[in-house]
């Protein structure tokens, strides 16, 4: 994900802007951690392998109340999606915020047009796009047109001294819940605590798919030499 200015400002945690990169949600970030030299293993060792990923995967899948806590792909794909949605509830809010900024920051016109013209931006494609959102290859490209409205707005206050003050002077205080950019920033990471909890229902997923995939290998070896 490509550094931004702005993507601090709002989205540090849900940027997306460039349709050639991974989306940090959407797309996994797992990394297999179960590699071993099947082939060149003696039996014990093989044996010895199976069983401890066998007890590895058994703690792995079974929750707190000693349940198996496994969803499907399925399911879980289904749950980031609302859980996105509900992300994106807050972050379109931006629409009444920048309103909201232009009043407390009493801006000048030069701010003011660049404020309400990408007000009007986003609110078209929050319009065109979030109703067609099904799926998370929908929601990947409707975050594509948002992330991309976002940067394109940060590089607007970067294009004078005056628009330069400005955007810093919203940078300091979105630390300050009082102000509408500090209340907007909280109101998101508070949204983003959800998406992070099926994040990592998705990663245990493919872990729990790595080692069953290990120990079917393992398994194949085993019996191959039997």
């Known amino acids: 994900m490509k550094n931004s200015l702005f993507a601090l400002l709002l989205f540090s945690t849900n940027l997306y802007s460039a349709a050639d990169e991974p989306h940090p949600i959407i797309d996994s970030n797992y990394i297999s951690k179960y590699s071993y030299n099947i082939e060149n293993m003696d039996l014990d060792e093989l044996r010895n392998t199976q069983k401890a990923l066998k007890n590895h995967l058994n703690k792995t899948i079974i929750n707190k109340s000693g349940r198996i806590g496994v969803n499907t792909k399925k399911n879980i794909e289904k749950k980031l999606l609302d859980a996105l949605l ?65 940067l394109a707005m940060m590089s607007a206050f970067h294009e004078t001294e005056e628009s330069k003050k400005f955007y810093s002077r919203l940078v300091k205080d979105k630390k300050i819940k009082t102000t509408s950019i500090g209340k907007y920033n909280a109101d998101l990471q508070s949204a983003q605590i959800n998406i992070n909890i099926v994040k990592r229902e998705m990663e245990k997923l493919s872990e729990i798919s790595d080692i069953q995939a290990v120990l079917a290998n393992i398994e194949k070896e085993i019996s191959g030499r039997n």
């Open 86 to 150: 509900k992300y994106d509830d807050v972050r379109i809010q931006i629409t009444k915020v920048i309103d909201e900024i232009i009043v407390e920051y009493e801006v000048n016109s030069e701010i003011r047009n660049i404020l309400i013209s990408f007000k009007e931006t986003f609110k078209n494609i929050i319009k065109d796009n979030r109703p067609l959102v099904k799926n998370l290859r929908d929601y990947k490209a409707y975050d594509f047109r948002l992330g991309s409205a976002y």
